[in-house]
């Protein structure tokens, strides 16, 4: 006897009580166990969906509802996720009803009366196909599901190498690195604040804290300096902008990408008065206003070698007085909603 677990799942629907029991001994014979019948077709739909068989014998001449309908019932359960193969039982051999039986999705036909040889024949056959595809299937899924697993992977160590750029950035001017952290947790607070979904939350504040990586390319004497830097100096240092922007460009990722959107565009004002590109407004893309608004308040709130710390309040009155100028006023203003003094991002 062919082992169990090579079998199908099986039912019968006919209302012939007669032919569903020739057809259970056919099946029981040739060592299939897991069966399930009707005889009402009324009933056959809520069987099928709890038994959910491998294969449906249908019969088509039915009282109450008929095959077709029954057929049209168990397609649409199905779905387009996995069709279960349909044999419809007939007397009638018309390529009328053939037709429609095909066109509603059956797969193959038995007339009655049986003959167990081709009964098993065809359930054989339709099974093997059937079992084959839900194999294909499964591991058409499992691939899919490494692919993606490995392109994060990939996206992953890519982002961890920048990551590390951008501590090593920082270290030269900030040897805690905590200043990319903390604009990192006040972005996506900011974002939070502002109503952004998770997905995108995530990603600022993975992309935030390469938001200056572009420094790389400072010359020490410019970066590091103690005093106030000279204007040409400071067209020197506007470029970490750019150069940012290029070290993150044609990025396949979306996080890269996000990043050097942020990277390019932090230093640009609401009103078109910020470097390097000079657009306004929306033209500037939010997470970059999001960037701008959280390092100015981390950068305010911290030491600098040139300057103290702002105390917070201080800080805060200078984000409003520039809400509409430097900053989008959306963002200045969940800025100011938000009570930083218990909140413990500026703290680290
Ligand atoms: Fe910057």
Same mark, same amino acid.
């Given at each position: 006897?062919?082992?169990?677990?090579?079998?199908?799942?099986?039912?019968?629907?006919?209302?012939?009580e007669?032919?569903?029991?020739?057809?259970?001994?056919?099946?029981?014979?040739?060592?299939?166990?897991? &069966?399930?019948?009707?005889?009402s077709?009324v009933?056959?739909?809520?069987?099928?969906?709890?038994?959910?068989?491998? #294969?449906?014998?249908?019969?088509?001449?039915m @009282?109450?509802?008929?095959?077709?309908?029954?057929?049209?019932?168990?397609?649409?359960?199905?779905?387009?996720s996995?069709?279960?193969?349909?044999?419809?039982?007939?007397?009638?051999?018309?390529?009328?009803?053939?037709?429609?039986?095909?066109?509603?999705?059956?797969?193959?036909?038995?007339?009655?009366?049986?003959?167990?040889?081709?009964?098993?024949?065809?359930?054989?056959?339709?099974l093997?196909?059937?079992?084959?595809?839900?194999?294909?299937?499964?591991?058409?899924?499992?691939?899919?599901?490494?692919?993606?697993?490995?392109?994060?992977?990939? %996206?992953?160590?890519?982002?961890?190498?920048?990551?590390?750029?951008?501590?090593?950035? %920082?270290?030269?001017?900030?040897?805690?690195?905590?200043?990319?952290?903390?604009?990192?947790?006040?972005?996506a607070r900011?974002?939070?604040? &502002?109503?952004? %979904?998770?997905?995108?939350?995530?990603?600022? @504040?993975?992309?935030?804290?390469?938001?200056?990586?572009?420094?790389?390319?400072?010359?020490?004497?410019?970066?590091?300096?103690?005093?106030?830097?000279?204007?040409?100096?400071?067209?020197?240092?506007?470029?970490?902008?750019? &150069?940012?922007?290029?070290?993150?460009?044609?990025?396949r990722?979306?996080?890269?990408?996000?990043?050097?959107?942020?990277?390019?565009?932090?230093? %640009?004002?609401?009103?078109?008065?910020?470097y390097?590109?000079?657009?306004?407004?929306?033209?500037?893309p939010?997470?970059?206003?999001?960037?701008?608004?959280?390092?100015?308040?981390?950068a305010?709130?911290?030491?600098?070698?040139?300057?103290?710390?702002?105390?917070?309040?201080?800080? #805060?009155?200078?984000?409003?007085?520039?809400?509409? @100028?430097?900053?989008?006023?959306?963002?200045?203003?969940?800025l100011?909603?938000?009570?930083?003094?218990?909140? @413990?991002?500026?703290?680290?």
């Amino acid at each position: 006897m062919p082992r169990r677990d090579k079998l199908g799942r099986i039912l019968i629907i006919d209302d012939q009580e007669a032919n569903v029991r020739l057809l259970e001994q056919i099946l029981a014979k040739a060592g299939y166990e897991d &069966i399930a019948s009707t005889t009402s077709s009324v009933d056959a739909h809520a069987l099928h969906k709890q038994f959910k068989p491998d #294969l449906v014998l249908l019969d088509v001449h039915m @009282s109450g509802k008929d095959g077709f309908q029954v057929l049209e019932e168990i397609v649409a359960q199905n779905g387009d996720s996995e069709q279960v193969p349909v044999i419809m039982i007939t007397a009638d051999d018309s390529a009328h009803a053939k037709r429609r039986a095909l066109a509603l999705g059956a797969k193959d036909f038995l007339s009655k009366p049986f003959d167990s040889a081709e009964v098993l024949l065809r359930i054989r056959n339709l099974l093997e196909t059937h079992f084959l595809y839900r194999k294909l299937r499964h591991q058409n899924t499992e691939l899919e599901q490494k692919v993606t697993e490995r392109t994060r992977e990939l %996206e992953q160590s890519q982002l961890e190498v920048l990551e590390r750029l951008a501590a090593a950035v %920082e270290f030269r001017d900030d040897d805690t690195g905590n200043h990319t952290k903390r604009v990192a947790q006040i972005s996506a607070r900011l974002g939070e604040a &502002i109503g952004l %979904e998770s997905a995108t939350l995530e990603l600022i @504040s993975r992309a935030a804290p390469l938001h200056d990586i572009g420094k790389v390319g400072i010359p020490d004497n410019i970066l590091l300096k103690a005093g106030p830097l000279t204007g040409e100096e400071f067209e020197i240092m506007k470029t970490h902008t750019v &150069i940012g922007s290029r070290m993150l460009s044609k990025g396949r990722s979306e996080l890269v990408r996000f990043s050097q959107r942020i990277a390019r565009s932090h230093h %640009e004002w609401w009103d078109g008065s910020g470097y390097p590109d000079r657009v306004s407004g929306q033209s500037i893309p939010l997470e970059a206003r999001i960037v701008a608004a959280a390092d100015f308040l981390d950068a305010l709130t911290h030491d600098r070698p040139y300057r103290p710390a702002w105390g917070m309040d201080d800080t #805060l009155a200078e984000i409003k007085r520039r809400a509409g @100028s430097h900053f989008d006023p959306t963002v200045a203003n969940a800025l100011l909603g938000i009570n930083w003094q218990a909140s @413990s991002v500026l703290v680290a």
